[in-house]
Nanobody
Framework: QVRLVESGGGLVQAGGSLRLSCAASGSIFSNNVMGWYRQAPGKQRELVATITSGGTTNYADSAEGRFTISRDNPKNTIYLQMNSLKPEDTAVYYC????????????WGQGTQVTVSS
């Protein structure tokens, strides 16, 4: 089992910034990928950004150039720096941890609300 605890959400005006954190604990396997997904009301959960344990990153088009994902491996923690926030970024942001080799397993955090006012 892997436990994920997110923090850093909140209310911000359009154009502002927020930094999300997600700390993983439990049965951490070193070869993993962690990431951020978001779900707005009435919409499906979507990818925001991921980062492997080796540091390879992947961004959704909507996040490219505005958001930066990073990780601190000794702390099993990832971060999402979000700049130039837009009202359409409003969503619940979920942290995900996934083991990259068999047996594949995936865990989710409880989510943190990000609200961007216009």
């Amino acid at each position: 089992q892997v436990r994920l605890v997110e923090s850093g959400g909140g209310l911000v005006q359009a154009g502002g910034s927020l930094r999300l954190s997600c700390a993983a604990s439990g049965s951490i396997f070193s070869n993993n990928v962690m990431g951020w997904y978001r779900q707005a009301p009435g919409k499906q959960r979507e990818l925001v950004a991921t980062i492997t344990s080796g540091g390879t990153t992947n961004y959704a088009d909507s996040a490219e150039g505005r958001f930066t994902i990073s990780r601190d491996n000794p702390k099993n923690t990832i971060y999402l720096q979000m700049n130039s926030l837009k009202p359409e970024d409003t969503a619940v942001y979920y942290c995900n941890w996934r083991r990259r080799v068999a047996p594949v397993s995936s865990f989710w955090g409880q989510g943190t609300q990000v609200t961007v006012s216009s």
